[in-house]
Protein backbone atom coordinates (compact mmCIF):
# COMPACT_ATOMS: atom_id res chain seq x y z
CA UNK A 1 0.00 0.00 0.00
CA UNK A 2 1.57 3.54 -1.14
CA UNK A 3 2.00 5.88 1.81
CA UNK A 4 0.97 9.41 1.87
CA UNK A 5 2.63 10.71 4.73
CA UNK A 6 -0.26 12.57 5.50
CA UNK A 7 -0.75 14.57 2.57
CA UNK A 8 -3.18 14.07 0.05
CA UNK A 9 -3.61 15.88 -3.86
CA UNK A 10 -5.74 19.26 -2.98
CA UNK A 11 -7.36 19.89 -7.14
CA UNK A 12 -5.69 22.10 -8.40
CA UNK A 13 -8.37 25.54 -9.33
CA UNK A 14 -9.03 25.92 -12.98
CA UNK A 15 -10.35 29.06 -15.08
CA UNK A 16 -10.61 30.30 -18.58
CA UNK A 17 -9.88 33.59 -18.70
CA UNK A 18 -10.39 35.97 -22.38
CA UNK A 19 -9.05 32.57 -24.66
CA UNK A 20 -6.52 31.61 -21.71
CA UNK A 21 -6.87 28.45 -19.18
CA UNK A 22 -5.16 29.43 -16.11
CA UNK A 23 -4.51 26.12 -13.51
CA UNK A 24 -3.07 26.96 -10.40
CA UNK A 25 -1.83 23.54 -8.32
CA UNK A 26 -0.98 23.85 -4.48
CA UNK A 27 1.11 21.22 -2.25
CA UNK A 28 3.28 19.32 -3.85
CA UNK A 29 4.07 18.00 -7.77
CA UNK A 30 5.84 14.68 -7.09
CA UNK A 31 5.00 11.21 -7.53
CA UNK A 32 1.81 10.74 -5.79
CA UNK A 33 0.18 14.27 -7.33
CA UNK A 34 1.18 14.36 -10.62
CA UNK A 35 -0.08 12.07 -12.58
CA UNK A 36 -3.43 13.13 -11.36
CA UNK A 37 -1.92 17.13 -12.75
CA UNK A 38 -0.59 15.63 -16.45
CA UNK A 39 -4.30 14.00 -16.97
CA UNK A 40 -6.11 17.15 -16.47
CA UNK A 41 -3.30 19.07 -18.72
CA UNK A 42 -3.64 16.09 -21.30
CA UNK A 43 -7.43 17.44 -21.87
CA UNK A 44 -6.71 20.97 -22.00
CA UNK A 45 -3.87 20.92 -24.30
CA UNK A 46 -5.82 18.12 -26.72
CA UNK A 47 -7.36 20.82 -28.94
CA UNK A 48 -5.91 23.15 -31.62
CA UNK A 49 -3.89 26.07 -30.03
CA UNK A 50 -4.10 25.82 -26.12
CA UNK A 51 -2.87 28.42 -24.28
CA UNK A 52 -2.09 27.41 -20.57
CA UNK A 53 -0.50 29.12 -17.92
CA UNK A 54 0.53 27.51 -14.82
CA UNK A 55 0.31 29.18 -11.43
CA UNK A 56 3.47 27.26 -9.59
CA UNK A 57 3.14 30.21 -6.79
CA UNK A 58 1.53 27.80 -4.18
CA UNK A 59 3.66 24.79 -5.21
CA UNK A 60 5.66 24.28 -2.12
CA UNK A 61 7.78 21.00 -3.76
CA UNK A 62 8.48 20.07 -7.11
CA UNK A 63 10.08 16.45 -8.02
CA UNK A 64 11.13 14.59 -11.24
CA UNK A 65 7.20 13.83 -11.70
CA UNK A 66 6.15 17.15 -11.39
CA UNK A 67 8.79 18.27 -14.45
CA UNK A 68 7.81 15.30 -16.26
CA UNK A 69 4.28 16.64 -15.97
CA UNK A 70 5.12 20.34 -16.85
CA UNK A 71 7.32 19.07 -20.14
CA UNK A 72 4.93 17.01 -21.20
CA UNK A 73 2.10 19.69 -20.96
CA UNK A 74 4.46 21.86 -22.93
CA UNK A 75 5.38 19.51 -25.63
CA UNK A 76 1.64 18.70 -25.89
CA UNK A 77 0.93 22.27 -26.03
CA UNK A 78 3.27 23.57 -28.74
CA UNK A 79 2.61 20.40 -31.03
CA UNK A 80 -1.00 21.66 -31.23
CA UNK A 81 0.41 25.18 -32.28
CA UNK A 82 -0.41 26.61 -28.55
CA UNK A 83 1.70 27.94 -25.74
CA UNK A 84 2.10 26.82 -21.90
CA UNK A 85 3.50 29.60 -19.80
CA UNK A 86 5.14 28.93 -15.79
CA UNK A 87 4.38 31.59 -13.20
CA UNK A 88 6.40 31.41 -10.39
CA UNK A 89 9.06 33.33 -7.89
CA UNK A 90 9.86 30.27 -5.85
CA UNK A 91 13.86 30.08 -5.49
CA UNK A 92 13.70 26.45 -4.67
CA UNK A 93 11.89 25.67 -8.23
CA UNK A 94 13.89 28.10 -10.29
CA UNK A 95 16.77 26.40 -8.74
CA UNK A 96 14.90 23.21 -9.79
CA UNK A 97 14.02 23.84 -13.45
CA UNK A 98 17.95 25.66 -13.70
CA UNK A 99 19.37 22.50 -12.21
CA UNK A 100 16.88 20.28 -14.41
CA UNK A 101 18.60 22.58 -17.45
CA UNK A 102 14.53 23.44 -17.60
CA UNK A 103 15.20 27.46 -17.28
CA UNK A 104 15.60 28.42 -21.13
CA UNK A 105 12.92 26.05 -22.51
CA UNK A 106 9.82 27.31 -20.58
CA UNK A 107 8.45 30.78 -20.40
CA UNK A 108 8.67 32.09 -16.58
CA UNK A 109 6.66 34.83 -15.49
CA UNK A 110 6.90 36.37 -11.84
CA UNK A 111 3.45 37.30 -11.91
CA UNK A 112 -0.22 36.54 -13.49
CA UNK A 113 0.42 38.57 -16.89
CA UNK A 114 -0.95 42.03 -17.33
CA UNK A 115 -4.03 40.77 -19.83
CA UNK A 116 -5.47 38.31 -17.86
CA UNK A 117 -4.80 39.95 -14.45
CA UNK A 118 -7.43 42.61 -16.09
CA UNK A 119 -9.69 40.38 -17.24
CA UNK A 120 -9.57 38.37 -14.35
CA UNK A 121 -10.51 40.94 -12.09
CA UNK A 122 -14.11 41.16 -13.90
CA UNK A 123 -16.45 38.79 -13.64
CA UNK A 124 -17.63 36.50 -16.66
CA UNK A 125 -20.65 34.49 -16.85
CA UNK A 126 -20.16 30.93 -17.09
CA UNK A 127 -16.28 31.41 -16.06
CA UNK A 128 -14.92 30.53 -12.96
CA UNK A 129 -13.29 27.79 -10.56
CA UNK A 130 -13.65 24.57 -11.54
CA UNK A 131 -15.85 22.38 -8.99
Do not use: K
Not at 22 to 43: H, N
Not at 62 to 72: E, K, Q, Y
Amino acid sequence: MPENHGRHAVEPTERRIAGTTLVAPRGELDLLTAPALSQRLDVLTSGAFPDLVLDLRAVAFIDCSGLRALCRARRRALSRGGRLRLITRSPGLLRVLHHARLTGVFELLPRLPAELDGAAARPVAGEGPRP
